[in-house]
């Protein structure tokens, strides 16, 4: 991959003669938050969550991003390459222009033609988001084959990849959080509620009921689909859940057995590896 020689190229520090470790800012964008991770080599320096806006420009995700940089000691002009996986595509213009400003770089977007070093045996290859594929190479590289990745997002996905390392597809169900919406939208005598695990199984008032409800409706969605999974696809290596809802639902299910949150950086930093140079 080779840099881009605009934006910020002027204002570049030297590198150091015989440095090794390479600056990886790696970029995992969501519809509802974008996640953006700093690797030094093998070592995650620092993580930081901002909502995911389409109104935003680059300028103004930089003007947020700066900041919590520079709190961390990080150069952002330092960086030795960016790398992108976003299920926005309005995003990818001010992502392109945020990184270039800001970090001297022309980002590397996981799309088609991209190398990740598995076989996709979807029926269109094409249609699987990027996340999708990211956190199943990380998995695969994490936990070994066959896994299943649970991404606890606007959606919940279910990723499988087979024995033989080839991600053969998935699940995509609405997320809890769309979900509650969706029953203080439309019944309007009940109330608004934080969704998160309720002191009991039977709640003694409305708000109660509804958390009970949401909760573990969500969690029987959830281990009933991981229960047919795990029956079909011998040998599972491992459950493993990563996203904003994922430590709450891993807390009431009976098969997720990982929580990784930072699981897509991982996965980012890996396709790096592969497409380096």
Do not use: C, W
């Amino acid at each position: 991959m080779s840099a881009a020689r605009s934006g910020g190229e002027g204002r570049r520090r030297a590198r150091q003669p015989g440095a090794r470790e390479e600056l990886l800012v790696l970029v995992d964008v969501g519809n509802t938050n974008t996640v953006f991770g700093v690797y030094r080599g093998d070592r995650l320096l620092d993580s930081f969550r901002l909502s995911t806006d389409t109104e935003r420009t680059g300028d103004e995700y930089g003007s947020l991003l700066l900041p919590l940089f520079t709190r961390q000691g990080i150069d952002p002009l330092a960086a030795d390459a960016v790398v992108i996986s976003s299920v926005v595509p309005p995003l990818h213009l001010t992502l392109d222009h945020l990184s270039q400003r800001y970090f001297g770089r022309r980002p590397l977007f996981v799309e088609p033609g991209v190398r990740t070093g598995m076989p996709i045996r979807y029926d269109n290859p094409l249609e699987v988001g990027a996340d999708r594929v990211v956190n199943s190479v990380a998995a695969r590289e994490r936990y070994g084959a066959p896994v299943i990745v649970v991404d606890f997002g606007t959606a919940t996905t279910f990723d499988v990849v087979n024995a033989a390392g080839e991600y053969v597809g998935g699940i995509i169900a609405p997320g809890i959080s769309i979900s509650a919406e969706a029953l203080f939208t439309h019944a309007s005598r009940l109330i608004r509620v934080d969704v998160r695990k309720p002191d009991e199984l039977v709640g003694k008032n409305t708000a109660g009921a509804i958390q009970a409800g949401i909760f573990y409706g969500y969690v029987g969605l959830v281990d009933g689909i991981l229960e047919r999974l795990l029956a079909e696809i011998p040998g599972v290596k491992m459950v493993v859940a990563t996203g904003g809802q994922a430590d709450l639902i891993a807390s009431g299910s009976k098969y997720i057995r990982e929580v990784d949150p930072l699981l897509t950086l991982f996965g980012l930093k890996l396709i790096y590896e592969r497409n380096r140079g």
